[in-house]
């Protein structure tokens, strides 16, 4: 079965503490690997689409990374503002056309 | 440029009654979909849809209905609501292989 399980399901670093968010994918094969960021009573929004191992994308403070069994969001030196839900999303080979497989998310607060 | 636009935002039913869940894109988009995401439990798909005409069930399909006349528009039909139908409600669209893009939201609650 395709699965996605993010780690932790919630962070809290201080301001300028880097880390790491974590993402596991169990599929039978990947078309896509996406990271949104989620504010509370907002829809998700899209930062990172990764498409096969090795590949690395970067915007302002974020950088995602992926391997051939999980993917990393990597957070260099975080504000305040970075404080939100960030979900990881599959899209696997065969099953249900075009579905993405969402992780529960982690939580992400960042203290000033 | 609107994206994925959501109607209503918030909405309460008393149990039994029926609605319909709005969504349109101007994307462009030949995909969308309809997602419902409740407290610790990520996001569930409900329905999809690969182009006008064409619907497919999701994992959590039953009490839900859905149409797509057009290629912008894909509504949400609630039969007989229920409180387990309580829960935010996401549509969302993309083209093939590529990133989603969602709508706002609507929060429903049932009693």
């Known amino acids: 079965e395709d699965q996605v399980t993010q780690s932790p399901e919630a962070l809290r670093l201080q301001e300028g503490e880097s880390s790491s968010l974590n993402c596991s994918y169990t599929?039978?094969?990947?078309?896509?690997l996406f990271w949104y960021r989620q504010d509370p009573g907002k829809g998700p929004e899209f930062l990172f689409t990764l498409y096969s191992a090795g590949e690395e994308k970067e915007k302002e403070r974020l950088k995602a990374t992926l391997t051939k069994k999980e993917s990393f969001l990597h957070i260099t030196a975080p504000k305040p503002e970075d404080s939100a839900t960030y979900l990881c999303?599959?899209?696997?080979?065969?099953?249900?056309?075009?579905?993405?497989?969402f992780g529960k998310g982690t939580k992400l607060s960042v203290k000033p | 440029n609107a994206g994925v636009t959501q109607t209503p935002k918030f909405r309460i039913l008393k149990i039994g009654q029926s609605m319909t869940l709005q969504c349109t894109q101007d994307m462009n988009h030949n995909y969308m979909y309809w997602y419902r995401q409740d407290p610790g439990m990520g996001l569930k798909l409900i329905y999809y849809?690969?182009?006008?005409?064409?619907?497919d069930k999701g994992e959590v399909p039953n009490g839900y209905n859905v149409s797509r006349s057009t290629t912008e528009d894909f509504p949400l039909r609630l039969e007989l609501a229920a409180p387990s139908q309580t829960s935010v409600y996401f549509c969302a669209g993309s083209n093939r292989n590529t990133e989603a893009f969602f709508g706002q939201g609507t929060r429903l609650t049932v009693v």
């Open positions: 849809s690969v182009g006008a005409g064409i619907t």
């Open positions: 999303a599959v899209r696997p080979y065969g099953g249900s056309q075009g579905n993405l497989i």
């Open positions: 599929v039978s094969g990947l078309r896509g």
